[in-house]
């Protein structure tokens, strides 16, 4: 089912990277986010595999700040590292 | 959820709990707000039921539910939720009140409509009767969004209104979402596999979260919760059709929003948050601890408070009461100049001469006058720590004005949505004392009161969070109250006593929860959290919130200080103060090097730590010697009300080790300091 959930979206991507190295300023498209709590809690907010979102900032030690449609979310530095995503 | 789960539709069942009419004797209907984080439902709730709640700018600022009445109905507040579920405490609660709602009003914030419909179809999808409420219309005006909020209703199958709860526009909409609440059109899939729980656990609604794998209520009711794919599986297949939905209903004028939010990202940088934070903070001190606690206070206190209300109260009881007065003329320099004594074994009534000199001396500007009431009652009520008249004082000359700024403050951080930011900006040295960003909330609100805060821990996640912040706020955070008389008591002393104060605590602090940190099991989880828009804080909810914190403040604290003056004065006429003090004594004159008479601060710090920093204006103390004092009685044991509620939400267990450990840390500490600099 989460393959079909990656399929529907289909993009074609360059190899990618973790939440927590995201560069300021770049779009991305989550690739991966591991099965759990945390993903469960993040489809809640509004993020989930395959969606387009931009980097607001990078902090010093890693904690995210990413902004999905008009929504600013701030992803703590172990969740960001376990969120895979794809520059567009 | 495989498809060999999804059972034949039968058709005999109850879709929804089963529901009393509105006759004379039944129950109230049950109105409940509910929806995300930060989207007004408080706001609602005030308006609807007249009961004053919280509103900040942060998600989180309700943690319990509040119930009031509107018309014939029940209306609860609630706390913000994602979606129905059992993940932490705030989810329970509010989950249990939703389960037992007859009608459910569901706040949206139409800017993040995206986020926000995921509880909504979860809402309808569970068979509640809802209407939605599409709020912050304002916002969506001035960025040009239109919702359609027509269409959204077809789509739904429920009434959607469109309101902004600031200005109260479309409030009038109120009572037709409430009469007109239904069940919205059931989504066919899910709405099979429902069936499938509903024999064995009775409404549509928790058949959907035993689905969704809540194990809370699925222990409810016996029965295996739905598998964590399961649970996965439901919520992807909403969140597709919550996009779908938006996709529909949604028309933005401008390309993609990207706010512009300067303040906002400035903020959550440390390269210039830690600057925005310091000048804050400065402007902060300055403000309090200048201009209010030296020259508001000065006039309210030794104006209003010593020279006309004390005076006059004084005045009157020595009418009748036996009394030696001493009048003394300072100079300059404060030494004594002068000193006469008046004796009136029955009072002024019979020596009318005397009380015109004394009138007269008594009122230069230079006089400073001390009364001996020889009847002991009359000293309780009276004398220097008079219950009557140190309770007026303190609490209406000099702690009201204080804490009155001090909540100003605090309500105008909560309000512009600064809150979060400094959360994310602190996040990561927080993760080093085993907390996440979040947790900065709670303790930064115990600068207002620390009973308060304690309740917002809930917004926490683990116990191990919430018992390291728990700690830090009952150990080291001075509320208002407390903070008051310490900017009163350092006040013209310079940076250096305060610079040592606040690095003292800082340190314990950091110790205390490094320590938890290693001791207690598991790992910080990580900071997820949405960042309001930030905004000019708005002066009604400011007045607001102020008036109703310090009405509370004042509500609860003059019980305590009036008991704690009793108490005093009881064992101080008693002899028992004495006695105490002498026990005390190798303590507070040895190991503090302060005076014997600063156990009486500790004695009235049991009480609430407020009053006890209020006690060391009777004592002549050094700076330094002020210095450890306040060390000493900020580490003291928490007030009894904040007591109280700590045992309350971490247990008695933990609340009593912290209870103890806080008298031996605060001796400790404060001795360790005084070795040092005095
Ligand atoms: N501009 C605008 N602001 C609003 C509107 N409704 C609420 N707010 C603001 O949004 C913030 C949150 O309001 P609350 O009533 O505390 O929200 P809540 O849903 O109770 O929040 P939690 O208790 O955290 O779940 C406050 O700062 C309000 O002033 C609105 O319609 N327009
Ligand atoms: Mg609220």
């Given at each position: 089912?989460?393959?079909?959930?990656?399929k529907?979206?289909?993009?074609?991507?360059?190899?990618?990277?973790?939440l927590?190295?995201?560069?300021?300023?770049?779009?991305?498209?989550?690739?991966?986010?591991?099965?759990?709590?945390?993903k469960?809690?993040?489809?809640?907010?509004?993020?989930?595999?395959?969606?387009?979102?931009?980097?607001?900032?990078?902090?010093?030690?890693?904690?995210?700040?990413?902004?999905?449609?008009?929504?600013?979310?701030?992803?703590?530095?172990?969740?960001?590292?376990?969120?895979?995503?794809?520059?567009? | 959820?495989?498809?060999?789960?999804?059972?034949?539709?039968?058709?005999?069942?109850?879709?929804?709990?089963?529901?009393?009419p509105?006759?004379?004797?039944?129950?109230?209907?049950?109105?409940?707000?509910?929806?995300?984080?930060?989207?007004?439902?408080?706001?609602?709730?005030?308006?609807?039921?007249?009961?004053?709640?919280?509103?900040?700018?942060?998600?989180?600022?309700?943690?319990?539910?509040?119930?009031?009445?509107?018309?014939?109905?029940?209306?609860?507040?609630?706390?913000?939720?994602?979606?129905?579920?059992?993940?932490?405490?705030?989810?329970?609660?509010?989950?249990?009140?939703?389960?037992?709602?007859?009608?459910?009003?569901?706040?949206?914030?139409?800017?993040?409509?995206?986020r926000?419909?995921?509880?909504?179809?979860?809402?309808?999808?569970?068979?509640?009767?809802?209407?939605?409420?599409l709020?912050?219309?304002?916002?969506?005006?001035?960025?040009?969004?239109k919702?359609?909020?027509?269409?959204?209703?077809?789509?739904?199958?429920?009434?959607?209104?469109?309101?902004?709860?600031?200005?109260?526009?479309?409030?009038?909409?109120?009572?037709?979402?409430?009469?007109?609440?239904?069940?919205?059109?059931?989504?066919?899939?899910?709405?099979?596999?429902?069936?499938?729980?509903?024999?064995?656990?009775?409404?549509?609604?928790?058949?959907?979260?035993?689905?969704?794998?809540?194990?809370?209520?699925?222990?409810?009711?016996?029965?295996?919760?739905?598998?964590?794919?399961?649970?996965?599986?439901?919520?992807?297949?909403?969140r597709?059709?919550?996009?779908?939905?938006?996709?529909?209903?949604?028309?933005?004028?401008?390309?993609?929003?990207?706010?512009f939010?300067?303040?906002?990202?400035?903020?959550?940088?440390?390269?210039?948050?830690i600057?925005?934070?310091?000048?804050?903070?400065?402007?902060?001190?300055?403000?309090?601890?200048?201009?209010?606690?030296?020259?508001?206070?000065?006039?309210?206190?030794?104006?209003?408070?010593?020279?006309?209300?004390?005076?006059?109260?004084?005045?009157?009881?020595?009418?009748?009461?036996?009394?030696?007065?001493t009048?003394?003329?300072?100079?300059?320099?404060?030494?004594?100049?002068?000193?006469?004594?008046?004796?009136?074994?029955?009072?002024?009534?019979?020596?009318?001469?005397?009380?015109?000199?004394?009138?007269?001396?008594?009122?230069?500007?230079?006089?400073?006058?001390?009364?001996?009431?020889?009847?002991?009652?009359?000293?309780?009520?009276?004398?220097?720590?008079?219950?009557?008249?140190?309770?007026?004082?303190?609490?209406?000359?000099?702690?009201?004005?204080?804490?009155?700024?001090?909540?100003?403050?605090?309500?105008?951080?909560?309000?512009?949505?600064?809150?979060?930011?400094?959360?994310?900006?602190?996040?990561?040295?927080?993760?080093?004392?085993?907390?996440?960003?979040?947790?900065?909330?709670?303790?930064?609100?115990?600068?207002?009161?620390?009973?308060?805060?304690?309740?917002?821990?809930?917004?926490?996640?683990?116990?191990?969070?919430?018992?390291?912040?728990?700690?830090?706020?009952?150990?080291?955070?001075?509320?208002?109250?407390?903070?008051?008389?310490?900017?009163?008591?350092?006040?013209?002393?310079?940076?250096k006593?305060?610079?040592?104060?606040?690095?003292?605590?800082f340190?314990v602090?950091?110790?205390?929860?490094?320590?938890?940190?290693?001791?207690?099991?598991?790992?910080?989880?990580?900071?997820?959290?949405?960042?309001?828009?930030?905004?000019?804080?708005?002066?009604?909810?400011?007045?607001?919130?102020?008036?109703?914190?310090?009405?509370?403040?004042?509500?609860?604290?003059?019980?305590?200080?009036?008991?704690?003056?009793?108490?005093?004065?009881?064992?101080?006429?008693?002899?028992?103060?004495?006695?105490?003090?002498?026990?005390?004594?190798?303590?507070?004159?040895?190991?503090?090097?302060?005076?014997?008479?600063?156990?009486?601060?500790?004695?009235?710090?049991?009480?609430?730590?407020?009053?006890?920093?209020?006690?060391?204006?009777?004592i002549?103390?050094?700076?330094?010697?002020?210095?450890?004092?306040?060390?000493?009685?900020?580490?003291?044991?928490?007030?009894?009300?904040?007591?109280?509620?700590?045992?309350?939400?971490?247990?008695?267990k933990?609340?009593?080790?912290?209870?103890?450990?806080?008298?031996?840390?605060?001796?400790?500490?404060?001795?360790?300091?005084?070795?040092?600099?005095?």
């Amino acid at each position: 089912m989460h393959d079909a959930d990656i399929k529907r979206h289909a993009p074609t991507l360059v190899p990618g990277t973790s939440l927590d190295k995201a560069v300021k300023g770049t779009y991305f498209i989550i690739a991966d986010i591991p099965h759990g709590l945390h993903k469960v809690q993040l489809i809640r907010l509004g993020i989930s595999i395959g969606d387009k979102i931009i980097c607001l900032q990078r902090l010093p030690g890693g904690t995210i700040i990413i902004q999905k449609n008009r929504q600013e979310i701030a992803i703590g530095y172990h969740l960001a590292r376990e969120i895979k995503i794809q520059y567009i | 959820m495989a498809k060999s789960d999804i059972i034949e539709h039968k058709e005999k069942h109850r879709h929804i709990e089963p529901e009393n009419p509105l006759g004379l004797d039944s129950p109230r209907a049950k109105v409940v707000l509910a929806g995300n984080p930060n989207v007004g439902k408080s706001l609602i709730f005030n308006y609807l039921s007249g009961v004053y709640v919280d509103v900040s700018n942060f998600p989180g600022t309700t943690v319990a539910i509040t119930k009031g009445s509107y018309k014939e109905y029940d209306v609860y507040d609630t706390p913000g939720i994602y979606g129905v579920s059992s993940f932490n405490d705030e989810e329970k609660v509010a989950a249990e009140i939703i389960l037992e709602a007859d009608i459910i009003i569901n706040v949206v914030n139409s800017l993040y409509l995206e986020r926000d419909l995921f509880l909504t179809l979860q809402l309808i999808e569970m068979g509640k009767k809802v209407s939605v409420i599409l709020n912050f219309a304002d916002e969506l005006k001035k960025r040009n969004i239109k919702i359609n909020a027509k269409r959204l209703s077809d789509i739904l199958g429920v009434e959607v209104i469109n309101t902004s709860a600031v200005s109260k526009a479309g409030f009038e909409q109120l009572d037709y979402a409430i009469e007109n609440a239904r069940m919205g059109k059931q989504n066919e899939d899910l709405h099979k596999v429902l069936h499938n729980f509903l024999n064995r656990v009775g409404s549509q609604a928790e058949a959907l979260l035993v689905a969704e794998g809540d194990e809370y209520i699925s222990r409810k009711h016996g029965v295996e919760p739905g598998s964590a794919d399961d649970r996965e599986y439901i919520y992807i297949d909403r969140r597709n059709r919550v996009n779908e939905i938006v996709s529909f209903v949604e028309v933005e004028d401008t390309s993609k929003g990207r706010f512009f939010n300067l303040f906002g990202r400035l903020a959550v940088n440390p390269i210039t948050g830690i600057p925005i934070l310091l000048v804050l903070l400065s402007v902060i001190f300055f403000l309090i601890g200048d201009v209010v606690s030296q020259r508001i206070v000065n006039f309210t206190e030794n104006t209003i408070g010593k020279r006309y209300f004390e005076y006059y109260t004084k005045l009157l009881v020595a009418e009748y009461a036996s009394t030696d007065i001493t009048v003394n003329l300072l100079d300059d320099k404060e030494n004594v100049e002068e000193s006469k004594t008046f004796r009136i074994p029955d009072g002024f009534s019979t020596a009318v001469e005397m009380k015109n000199d004394f009138r007269k001396i008594s009122r230069l500007p230079n006089a400073e006058t001390e009364y001996h009431f020889h009847n002991p009652f009359v000293r309780l009520f009276f004398g220097e720590f008079g219950v009557i008249t140190m309770t007026i004082t303190y609490l209406l000359f000099l702690l009201l004005p204080l804490v009155i700024s001090f909540y100003i403050a605090m309500a105008m951080l909560e309000d512009s949505g600064y809150l979060p930011r400094l959360a994310t900006m602190l996040d990561r040295t927080l993760n080093r004392i085993g907390l996440n960003g979040r947790a900065v909330i709670p303790i930064l609100l115990g600068f207002g009161c620390v009973t308060m805060a304690t309740i917002t821990t809930r917004l926490l996640t683990t116990d191990k969070e919430k018992s390291i912040a728990n700690a830090i706020l009952q150990f080291t955070i001075p509320c208002s109250a407390q903070l008051a008389v310490i900017s009163v008591l350092l006040s013209g002393a310079g940076f250096k006593p305060l610079f040592i104060y606040v690095a003292v605590i800082f340190t314990v602090m950091i110790s205390i929860s490094t320590f938890m940190n290693k001791v207690l099991k598991g790992a910080a989880t990580p900071l997820l959290i949405d960042l309001p828009i930030m905004r000019m804080p708005k002066l009604d909810n400011l007045f607001k919130k102020t008036f109703f914190r310090t009405y509370g403040f004042m509500k609860e604290a003059y019980v305590w200080f009036f008991v704690g003056a009793l108490l005093i004065g009881v064992l101080e006429i008693t002899g028992l103060l004495f006695v105490f003090q002498d026990l005390l004594a190798p303590v507070t004159t040895a190991w503090l090097k302060l005076p014997k008479e600063a156990a009486n601060a500790f004695v009235m710090g049991m009480v609430r730590r407020d009053f006890g920093a209020a006690g060391l204006f009777a004592i002549e103390l050094t700076t330094m010697q002020i210095t450890v004092a306040i060390i000493t009685i900020t580490l003291f044991v928490p007030c009894i009300a904040s007591f109280m509620v700590m045992l309350k939400e971490r247990g008695i267990k933990e609340g009593l080790i912290v209870w103890f450990s806080a008298w031996i840390l605060a001796f400790f500490v404060g001795g360790l300091t005084a070795q040092i600099i005095i």
